[in-house]
């Protein structure tokens, strides 16, 4: 594929967008993937990293290794997404203890219109898909309710935490922060990020790299075989994700870490007019528009060929 430097460009904004989207709990970088046209290029990408890739390097040079890389799209995509994860990580802590309400009031705009636009990409909709949508979106919401378990701070769990979370982060409608707020890794990795800490932070890579090598090839196989049962199983994904992002919650129970520091542990929708505090209603439905449109953006850019 030809791209001229402006695409690349396009590409590390597109990065900017994930990583943004993934430091947030409840939001997925692999919605804003597949909304912006480069889901499939990325799993198929990351899926072509193997043995014969690098005896490509070997026999026929570093030039034809990259080629066969998808280098310069790697580069490109990941730029924006460790530098956008690594900046709002911090910026999202805080939105996330100040203003809840209208942080989740922008991402609930923006998970709606991604049900839409990922939706609309099945060609074929049959009873076999209808059920997979409701399969999905049963998995995304079950997921979305579960309480999150103590901090663990152990390498060995970081590690593996690093292996789920990425298969999550790639996964439409499932969101790698959440999962790792779940496994109790996610004040763990922020924290990590905000010391510097080197080896706590290779420990998460190394995982978070085994597993997107493996689970990227499950889905490459599915996207070939079963495209659009899986399409309408990630559609469910992201309509079933929807309860976590809701802006107005009340907290059931708490987690007090040794610290002293509380963090909700337990939480449960609620209407706005039920909201024990300002429900901020109409700039939460001023950020859901924004939210919305901003996907319309997106995939504006990722129908450009």
Known sequence: MQRRLKDYFIIAFKGLAMGAADAVPGVSGGTIAFISGIYEELISTISNVNASLFKTLFSKGFKAFWQQLNGNFIVALLSGIVVSFVTFMRIANYLLEFHPVLIWSFFFGLIIASIYFV???ITKWTASSIIALILGAAVAFYISKLPS????DSDWFLFIAGAIAICAMILPGISGSFILIILGAYKTLSAAIHDVDIKKII???SGAVLGLLSFSHVLKWLFKNYHNLTLAIL???????L???WPWKETLTWHTNSKGIKTPLLQESVS???FQGDNQLLFAVILMIIGFLTIFILEKLGSKK
């Open 235 to 241: 559609t469910g994904f992201i309509f079933g994700s």
């Open 243 to 245: 309860n976590k992002v």
């Open 149 to 152: 378990l103590g901090t663990n």
């Open 272 to 274: 706005p007019f039920a």
């Open 203 to 205: 420990i998460f890579g």
């Open 119 to 121: 939706g609309k990409q």
